[in-house]
């Protein structure tokens, strides 16, 4: 079964300073890795997507990932973090079934601080 | 831009109580998908669908649990008695695809079971 994992369920850095949130990945297949978004009481919204085409992934809001396939790894970096940026962040693997379900990290909750 | 919608945003129900939530995915999309969170915790799948019938389903939904498009538009999970463990933040989301087709979520319906 696929699956993902993130690394540090709290992450806190200063505004300006680069953001990392860590996921790595388990598939015996090449995945379909997705990044999203969960600001305070609302859903979910798409940060950015592995497409295979590119290794390097730029996605909204100046967010961008990289898939490293040696080391099973697709982190989530922004040069600049904002205030804005505070939120929730899943990293989540798509299924090869009929409908193929996304499969959630645990989540990593970004602070930023002044 | 089209979006996928959710209703109610907040749902309170007495334990045993069945409740309906509903749901309008993006209309040229053919995969239908409900996952929930529990307050604190990850999204967790429940329940795929396509092309009229499940396609998927998590060891979460059981019995209990049932989904419906009763008239092309519509996409709704049914819990026939609810437990106080049901209490969660319920996502539709549906897509066009599957791989790496984005799957766009709605706004999630707040349901408390008392």
């Known amino acids: 079964a696929q699956s993902v994992t993130q690394l540090g369920s709290h992450v806190s850095v200063s505004e300006g300073a680069l953001v990392l949130l860590r996921c790595n990945y388990s598939?015996?297949?090449?995945?379909?890795l997705f990044w999203y978004v969960q600001y305070p009481n609302q859903g979910l919204q798409l940060l950015l997507k592995y497409t295979s085409a590119a290794t390097l992934v730029k996605g909204i809001n100046g967010f961008e990932a990289e898939f490293k396939k040696s080391e099973t790894s697709f982190h989530l970096t922004k040069p600049s973090a904002h205030m804005s940026d505070a939120a929730e962040y899943f990293c989540?693997?798509?299924?090869?079934?009929?409908?193929?379900?996304?499969?959630f990290g645990t989540g990593t909750r970004l602070q930023v601080t002044l | 831009e089209p979006e996928v919608t959710q209703t109610p945003s907040h749902q309170v129900t007495q334990m045993g109580q069945e409740v309906i939530l509903r749901c309008v995915p993006i209309?040229?999309?053919?995969?239908f998908y409900w996952y929930r969170q529990i307050l604190g915790q990850k999204v967790e799948f429940l329940v795929s669908?396509?092309?009229?019938?499940?396609?998927?389903k998590s060891e979460i939904f059981d019995d209990q649990f049932s989904v419906e498009r009763p008239d092309g538009s519509n996409f709704t999970l049914k819990i026939r008695s609810t437990k106080l463990e049901d209490s969660a933040m319920y996502f539709c989301?549906?897509?066009?695809?599957?791989?790496?087709?984005?799957?766009?979520f709605g706004p999630g319906t707040r349901l408390t079971v008392l």
């Open positions: 669908f396509y092309n009229n019938e499940i396609s998927e």
């Open positions: 209309s040229n999309h053919l995969y």
């Open positions: 989540a693997v798509r299924g090869t079934g009929t409908a193929s379900k996304l499969t």
């Open positions: 598939s015996s297949v090449p995945p379909y």
């Open positions: 989301a549906s897509s066009r695809g599957t791989g790496n087709n984005e799957q766009f």
